[in-house]
């Protein structure tokens, strides 16, 4: 991308189905995972909270040129996305992912009690330069806040870990170890092999 400059992409969707769709389109943010993947949402959405380092999320870049779209069995149409860069250059990259979703899906939910959601997604990176953007420095993870908590319904202890860089960290393996007080007792021990945060994200590490 380049300050200011728009530009659009294109999209091709077809339909297998037997029945007319409609097809919801958005865009979503990554996010680092509890479990060591990337997860992707919108702030303020279903949980996701937006890391105070992330200026200028994906999902406020790119958007669809219409929210959503009718497809005929079989047909196939080709929808365009807007991108709307920043007027301030960005450092490393912008990770999100284009989510195409049936409609009809959500329409079914107030009449059975069990249905099937189909959606579609193709993951989405933005940057300036195309310089490398999963070389993020590991010296640069911040542990922001380790505290007692109750999740569904168990006592637990978290701790709040950041990645402020615009970049991605991958191949980490996460070790955490709480020990009784005044005591080298060991309470409980977790290993995550493989991690990775997703750039500008933190995550509460349970």
Do not use: C, H, W
Not at 134 to 157: F, H, Y
Not at 180 to 194: A, E, G, M, W, Y
């Amino acid at each position: 991308t380049e300050p200011s400059k728009e530009q659009t992409f294109e999209v091709k969707l077809s339909s297998q189905k037997k029945e007319n769709q409609t097809i919801k389109m958005f865009v979503q943010d990554a996010y680092t995972g509890v479990n060591g993947g990337l997860t992707y949402g919108v702030d303020g959405q279903d949980g996701f909270s937006q890391d105070k380092t992330l200026e200028n999320p994906t999902s406020e870049l790119v958007t669809p040129m219409t929210e959503t779209v009718e497809l005929a069995p079989g047909e196939e149409k080709v929808v365009t996305f807007k991108v709307s860069p920043p007027k301030n250059s960005y450092e490393g990259a912008k990770i999100g992912r284009l989510v195409f979703k049936s409609s009809n899906d959500e329409e079914n939910k107030e009449k059975e009690a069990i249905i099937e959601e189909y959606q579609y997604a193709v993951s989405l990176v933005l940057s300036e330069t195309g310089d490398e953007y999963t070389n993020g420095d590991l010296q640069a993870l911040v542990l922001n806040e380790v505290k007692p908590t109750i999740k569904r319904g168990k006592r637990l202890v978290t701790a709040n870990l950041q990645n402020p860089e615009p970049k991605r960290l991958m191949n980490l393996e996460l070790s955490a170890t709480i020990t009784q007080k005044n005591s080298d007792k060991v309470i409980k021990q977790t290993k995550i092999p493989d991690f990775q945060f997703a750039p500008n994200s933190n995550v509460d590490l349970e």
